[in-house]
T-cell receptor
Framework: DTEVTQTPKHLVMGMTNKKSLKCEQH?????MYWYKQKAKKPPELMFV???????INESVPSRFSPECPNSSLLNLHLHALQPEDSALYLCASSPPGGRQGPMNTEAFFGQGTRLTVV | DQQVKQNSPSLSVQEGRISILNCDYT??????FLWYKKYPAEGPTFLIS?????DKNEDGRFTVFLNKSAKHLSLHIVPSQPGDSAVYFC??????????FGTGTRLTIIP
């Protein structure tokens, strides 16, 4: 199994709603990531979890709240979002840091959740 | 401050010819480079990577070249096929679990 699975694929939410994005992988990867991608822009890193602990927060507003319940799951809780938060949200996973080989930092990406905030 | 740049937003290549996608970086701390391919409404898919200790890595139709002194890398696809039409991102890593993506190049293969 070399997949990263994200649900839902599409989400429309109001500015007062609370919703969650989910991400799952069963490759034994111990690093998981949330990226945000706006149209015609590169993916931008939001959060990194390493061994289920938050290791990087790229100054993301608190209306985005990540959670890593176990080594296979990564959630992104959304609350009081703004229309400008509409984007494709990508989850990725990779083997843990600390290079052990040339392919060690390959990140596998999910299909993404297309989020629209209205 | 865009540390990884792809100066060509788009590129069109005839089917069967070579596609060359370029990427420049500014941070000398980057020591591992990757190319990803992305179709619309999908996540990026890993293509090929190269460590800074090498200057070339080849995998089938895909070859990545790294010129450290020029802080430049390129992806060669030969022969180009219609299914190669996508957006290609280069990405750089400095061993801190943080990929920095380039701005992307939209490759169109003309039948």
């Amino acid at each position: 199994d070399t997949e990263v699975t994200q649900t839902p694929k599409h989400l429309v939410m109001g500015m007062t709603n609370k919703k969650s994005l989910k991400c799952e992988q069963h490759m034994g990867h111990r690093a998981m990531y949330w990226y945000k991608q706006k149209a015609k822009k590169p993916p931008e890193l939001m959060f990194v979890y390493s061994y289920e602990k938050l290791s990087i927060n790229e100054s993301v507003p608190s209306r985005f709240s990540p959670e890593c319940p176990n080594s296979s799951l990564l959630n992104l809780h959304l609350h009081a979002l703004q229309p400008e938060d509409s984007a494709l949200y990508l989850c990725a996973s990779s083997p843990p840091g600390g290079r052990q080989g040339p392919m060690n930092t390959e990140a596998f990406f999910g299909q993404g959740t297309r989020l629209t905030v209205v | 401050d865009q540390q990884v740049k792809q100066n060509s937003p788009s590129l069109s290549v005839q089917e069967g010819r070579i596609s060359i996608l370029n990427c420049d970086y500014t941070n000398s701390m980057f020591d591992y480079f990757l190319w990803y391919k992305k179709y619309p409404a999908e996540g990026p898919t890993f293509l090929i990577s190269i460590s800074s200790i090498k200057d070339k890595n080849e995998d089938g139709r895909f070859t990545v070249f790294l010129n450290k002194s020029a802080k430049h890398l390129s992806l060669h696809i030969v022969p180009s096929q219609p299914g190669d039409s996508a957006v290609y991102f280069c990405a750089a890593d400095r061993g801190n679990e943080k990929l920095t993506f380039g701005t992307g190049t939209r490759l169109t293969i003309i039948p």
